[in-house]
């Protein structure tokens, strides 16, 4: 796990944080099935600070693989929005990790504490 933010919302607090695919144990990837593991960013949430964080089943992406994204941290909009940031792993004309901001993404919070972008 790297780059963790923590943020409170709807009385859950939820952890999001960045991982890659080879980091995923064998006893996770079986928890799972048939999902794949990702690489990207994803959360996990808890009704208490100190309590234990989990994942919602089936649910623990984020952002996948397929966004080719890194690093979410979530802010505050000028409307009061959250909104998630993110690094671009790739992007056009570059060469290895790109390092560039992409687009901002507001976040939705489901009544049974999903997360959606």
């Known amino acids: 796990m790297e780059v963790p933010d923590l943020h409170f ?3 859950r607090w939820y952890l999001l944080f960045t991982t890659s695919s080879a980091a995923y144990s064998e006893k996770h990837k079986k928890e799972i099935f048939p999902l794949v593991p ?12 100190l309590g ?30 959250n909104v998630v940031l993110t690094w671009k792993i790739k992007a056009e004309g570059f060469d290895g990790f790109a390092g560039c901001l992409d687009r901002p993404r507001r976040l939705k919070y489901m009544p049974d504490g999903t997360l959606k972008l």
């Open 9 to 11: 919302k709807n009385g």
């Open 38 to 49: 990702q690489t990207g960013t994803l959360y996990y949430q808890s009704k208490t600070l």
């Open 52 to 81: 234990k964080f989990t994942p919602m089943a089936n649910q623990e992406v984020l952002l996948g693989t397929e966004t080719q994204t890194y690093a979410a941290r979530v802010i505050e909009d000028m409307h009061g929005d």
